[in-house]
């Protein structure tokens, strides 16, 4: 199936133009009759969203101008977080528009090709990895999982010990006793969301732990402890809601919070682990 | 296709009303996730087939930014 | 002042933005919150140097009383500091990206 090209878009091609990927898909998935989806109505990264089909596989992606979405460019842009707010928002649209409509593989961020004959050179390169891929989260959909040590509860009064004649020693005292006992309540802690994330785990297909998130960026004063994410069949969001909740009951130390569903962006593969 | 009005940017499988979703939450999974499929061929448009920033370094200098706290934001 | 148009390596630079334009008093702010962190820090290592030496034993209790009754007042200092500058304890942080925040929660 030839590549559609939707009006409102500029000519392929043009050296200054790059190619920017959203999703993969099988193209069997999209050529039946009446398979191929209307995506006239998406506005991507740059412009208008079309397909490129190579290699039995579909490519939903958007021509981009590399003045603006070339490597020297993205370096600054990325550093932007205005920029990379809008552009990450967009692009996430329409990954998740597109994973509606059939089992999507999501592409990471800025993945721009110098071209549609690059873009079919990777694709055909990596063909099989990427049915593979598609075999493993086609369809399926992420549940993010963060747990942070729950706020310490308030001072327990301090009752002045026998024998302690001065309030430097009195305070002293105090500060060794809080210390300790944020040790102990950060243990707690610690060990409660190594075990929430055994038991969701195990209701999903696959699980992945990621690096805590920045504070600066989540604005969350408390030290996060779990960052994880859940790949599970989309019927079973009501099912594995419930399980959070039931891990956050059981662990009041925690503060759980869950988002999703995503598309599965955490076990599409191709991250610096090689997974 | 479905009966699922394709814009609506989502009641969940769940029933969860839309939220506009926050955006370290979207960066963890576009930065650090999604599918890279790099090329072997070179054109000679330009220096690289493929362009793909590590965004794991930059997510680093990103998320050193400072941004003063306005009173009572928290 | 925004950074925006800096061309330095990715991942070696940190950047600390002051809104001066919308707000100095912000600004202000955040300096005051960046200077007051290290001198929190830094008093907050001495506590726990002193409380070690208390517990090893190898401090009087005159000593002891001694040590503790200026942490206990250099603690107090902190607090109108921070009340002067607007600040509340939790201001006091820096990120360190993976290494995670330079100080513990301050009670803890």
């Known amino acids: 199936m030839s590549e559609r090209y939707l009006p409102g878009g500029r000519p392929p091609g043009s050296p200054e133009e790059g190619v920017w990927a959203?999703?993969?898909?099988?193209?069997?998935?999209?050529?039946?009759?009446?398979?191929?989806?209307?995506?006239?109505?998406?506005?991507?990264?740059?412009?208008?969203?079309?397909?490129?089909?190579?290699?039995?596989?579909?490519?939903?992606?958007?021509?981009?101008?590399?003045?603006?979405?070339?490597?020297?460019?993205?370096?600054?842009?990325?550093?932007?977080?205005?920029?990379?707010?809008?552009?990450?928002?967009?692009h996430h649209y329409v990954v998740e528009a597109a994973a509606r409509l059939f089992p999507l593989l999501p592409v990471r961020l800025a993945t721009v090709y110098s071209g549609e004959a690059a873009l079919c050179a990777a694709l055909a390169d990596h063909h099989d990895e990427l049915l593979g891929a598609l075999r493993r989260v086609g369809g399926r959909v992420e549940w993010g999982v963060k747990a942070y040590a729950a706020a310490e509860q308030a001072e327990a009064a301090v009752s002045p010990a026998a024998g302690e004649p001065g309030p430097g020693l009195a305070y002293l005292r105090r500060r060794r006793?809080?210390?300790?006992?944020?040790?102990?309540?950060?243990a707690a802690a610690v060990s409660g969301a190594r075990a929430v994330h055994a038991g969701l785990a195990g209701k999903a297909a696959a699980a992945v732990v990621r690096p805590p998130q920045s504070a600066q960026l989540s604005k969350v004063r408390l030290p996060m402890l779990l960052n994880a994410a859940y790949l599970l069949d989309a019927s079973d969001g009501?099912?594995?809601?419930?399980?959070?909740?039931?891990?956050?009951?059981?662990?009041?130390?925690?503060?759980?919070?869950?988002?999703?569903?995503?598309?599965?962006?955490?076990f599409a593969g191709g991250d610096d682990d090689g997974r | 296709m479905t009966d699922v009005d394709l814009r609506d940017p989502g009641l969940s499988e769940a029933g969860y009303p839309a939220e506009r979703v926050s955006l370290v939450d979207l960066l963890d999974r576009v930065l650090a996730g999604g599918v890279v499929v790099t090329g072997e061929i070179t054109l000679t448009i330009a220096d690289v087939d493929l362009v793909v920033i590590s965004l794991r370094a930059l997510l680093t200098s990103v998320s050193a930014l400072v941004e003063p706290q306005p009173k009572g934001d928290r | 002042m925004s950074q925006a148009?800096?061309?330095?390596?990715?991942?070696?630079?940190?950047?600390?933005?002051?809104?001066?334009?919308?707000?100095?008093?912000?600004?202000?702010?955040?300096?005051?919150?960046?200077?007051?962190?290290?001198?929190?820090?830094?008093?907050?290592?001495?506590?726990?140097?002193?409380?070690?030496?208390?517990?090893?034993?190898?401090?009087?209790?005159?000593?002891?009383?001694?040590?503790?009754?200026?942490?206990?007042?250099?603690?107090?200092?902190?607090?109108?500091?921070?009340?002067?500058?607007?600040?509340?304890?939790?201001d006091l942080n820096i990120d360190l990206g993976p290494l995670g925040p330079l100080l513990d929660d301050h009670r803890a």
């Not at chain 1, 006239?40 to 981009?64: K, N």
């Not at chain 3, 002891?64 to 304890?89: N, V």
């Open chain 1, 22 to 90: 959203y999703g993969i898909t099988a193209s069997d998935r999209v050529a039946e009759p009446g398979g191929a989806p209307d995506l006239s109505w998406l506005t991507g990264v740059g412009g208008a969203v079309r397909t490129v089909t190579c290699s039995g596989l579909t490519v939903l992606v958007s021509d981009v101008s590399l003045a603006e979405f070339g490597e020297a460019a993205l370096r600054e842009h990325l550093e932007d977080l205005e920029w990379l707010d809008e552009v990450a928002r967009v």
């Open chain 1, 177 to 186: 006793d809080q210390l300790a006992a944020g040790r102990e309540a950060r």
């Open chain 1, 238 to 266: 009501t099912s594995f809601t419930a399980a959070v909740a039931a891990e956050a009951t059981a662990h009041p130390e925690l503060r759980i919070e869950l988002t999703g569903p995503w598309p599965p962006y955490s």
């Open chain 3, 5 to 90: 148009g800096q061309a330095a390596p990715a991942g070696q630079r940190v950047r600390y933005r002051l809104d001066a334009d919308d707000d100095p008093q912000a600004a202000e702010r955040g300096l005051a919150a960046l200077v007051l962190t290290i001198v929190e820090l830094l008093r907050q290592l001495m506590e726990r140097q002193a409380l070690r030496r208390v517990e090893d034993g190898t401090v009087t209790d005159e000593q002891a009383e001694r040590l503790g009754y200026t942490l206990m007042r250099l603690e107090e200092r902190m607090g109108e500091l921070l009340d002067e500058f607007g600040l509340e304890w939790e």
